[in-house]
């Protein structure tokens, strides 16, 4: 089921429905067949407020969402080509709970405050306690920090992208402690959710590099330039981790007593420091006070090309961040500080297969929803075998069979239907279940004659 609200996508999937139907089987079993369906419409409409809360919160941005309702609750996606700061990303996974809380809030104060709304139907009354119930419930299981859940972005976001291990392992470590909770408890459903997401929090712990070495803690001095002062690394030392902790005004504070150090420190450290200020200026949307600072770096040395290329894109000027940032790819930098904004900028101007092969390059450097993002725009523009390429990227990575899927689905759009096959095959292993999609994925069309019902039988 597929439709529009409030200028929203919402797709339906039917593993949502049997979801629902499972948690609400007692009602059914004991023969309670109107509570039964109120209790479905409950569930759609409690999940389908709460990824409302993250659209709503991602419309700010000026930014289209996308709602999914499927069988372990809903996903709110989007596209955003500029990327959002951690702050904004914390808001957003936040949104979704706190809206849910906001509506149970209502409807309590409604039948505590408001007599006359007691002489509603009975079973009305019984549907908006139990909305009640069950918005605080998905709410506060929402916010418990375990990936995929909304307290696991805020953890993850929180934390940074530097400690995407430490993310992991607590995730995981939070999933099999309320496992086995929830087991005890008796609640099935929630314990097998619980242990997927235990077991997918391990995998990205075993994926992710155990010390990555983020871009403004890049050593780009040369060997004929001037050692620092131990006092002036750790000065620049701080202000790169100000900067990569979005703590902009600190980093500025930092980098300025670099500058003002007696005697004067090495061109380097003056390049460096006033490049932290400009990194800083973008933090704070002050894209002139960057355009200055990247002017006084350029005095003492050549600047980032991360930050020259961040700078022009700010400015809306695409064909000079083009040339500065593939530039720095084709001198051998390869960070994702300089290919996520090329990406962008090639996006832009339409070469997505372009944009989608520098994503490839530097796949495990970027984020899950990065790399998904590029391949769904990969799928979208007609690169089908670029999309194919990224998606299996991120399915050997993580190993979720809902990439895998999408990778079977472009591969087969590319004219690749045995690979698509295999993938779909690889997709089954990992745990996609949904039958009644691929059967009706126009992408598998060439496949239904009988291929397909060897990996998937018919629904």
């Known amino acids: 089921m597929s439709f529009r609200l409030f200028g929203v996508p919402v ?3 039917l593993g949502f429905w049997l979801s629902a139907a499972l948690l609400g089987l007692g009602r059914l079993v004991s023969e309670q067949y109107q509570r039964f369906l109120v209790w479905i419409i409950v569930v759609f409409l409690a999940v389908l407020m709460h990824e409302f809360g993250h659209a709503l919160a991602i419309k700010r941005h000026r930014i289209e969402p996308e709602i999914t309702l499927h069988f372990m609750g809903g996903t709110t996606t989007w596209r955003s080509l500029m990327p959002l700061g951690r702050l904004q990303h914390v808001i957003i996974s936040l949104a979704g709970p706190f809206a849910g809380f906001f509506v149970a809030g209502i409807l309590y104060l409604l039948l505590s405050y408001v007599p006359a709304l007691h002489a509603l139907p009975p079973m009305l009354i019984y549907g908006m306690d139990t909305l009640i119930r069950v918005n605080v419930i998905w709410g506060v299981l929402n916010l418990i920090p375990v990936l995929p859940f909304d307290g696991g972005h805020v953890l993850e976001h929180a934390l940074g992208p530097k400690r995407g291990r430490l993310t992991a392992a607590i995730s995981g470590v939070a999933a099999v402690i309320l496992a086995i909770v929830f087991l005890q408890m008796g609640f099935i459903f929630f314990t097998l959710i619980l242990m997927m997401s235990a077991f997918q929090s391990l995998q990205r712990f075993r994926s992710e590099p155990g010390a990555s070495s983020p871009a403004m803690n890049r050593r780009r001095a040369a060997l004929h330039e001037e050692p620092l002062p131990p006092e002036t690394a750790l000065l620049l030392q701080r202000a790169r981790r100000a900067v990569e902790d979005e703590r902009a005004d600190e980093a500025q504070a930092i980098a300025g007593e670099v500058l003002a150090s007696s005697p004067a420190p090495p061109k380097r450290a003056l390049r460096e420091a ?15 006070g960057a355009v200055d600072a990247v002017a006084q770096a350029r005095k003492q040395g050549e600047p980032d090309p991360a930050l020259v290329g961040a ?3 700010a400015l809306g000027e695409l064909k000079q961040a083009r040339k500065a940032l593939e530039a720095a790819r084709e001198a051998g930098d390869d960070r994702k500080e300089v290919a996520g904004p090329l990406i962008r900028v090639l996006v832009d101007q339409g070469e997505v297969a372009r944009a989608a092969a520098v994503a490839l390059d530097i796949v495990d450097q970027l984020s899950e929803d990065d790399a ?34 999408d990778a079977a689905r472009a591969t087969a759009r590319d004219g690749n239907l ?8 690889d997709a089954v ?6 039958r009644a999609r691929a059967w009706s994925d126009s992408a598998f069309e060439a496949l239904r004659g009988g291929p397909l019902e060897t990996v998937l039988p018919r629904p």
């Open 429 to 434: 292993e990992a745990g996609f279940t949904d």
């Open 274 to 288: 006033h490049e932290l200020i400009g990194w800083a200026r973008l933090l704070l949307g002050d894209t002139k």
């Open 372 to 405: 998904r993002r590029m391949a769904e725009i990969a799928f979208e523009r007609g690169a089908f075998d670029w999309s194919a390429r990224l998606y299996e990227a991120i399915f050997r990575r993580i190993g979720q069979g809902e990439d895998a899927y």
């Open 311 to 313: 700078v022009h894109l």
């Open 11 to 13: 797709d339906v999937q």
């Open 418 to 425: 045995e690979r698509a096959l295999e993938l779909l095959r």
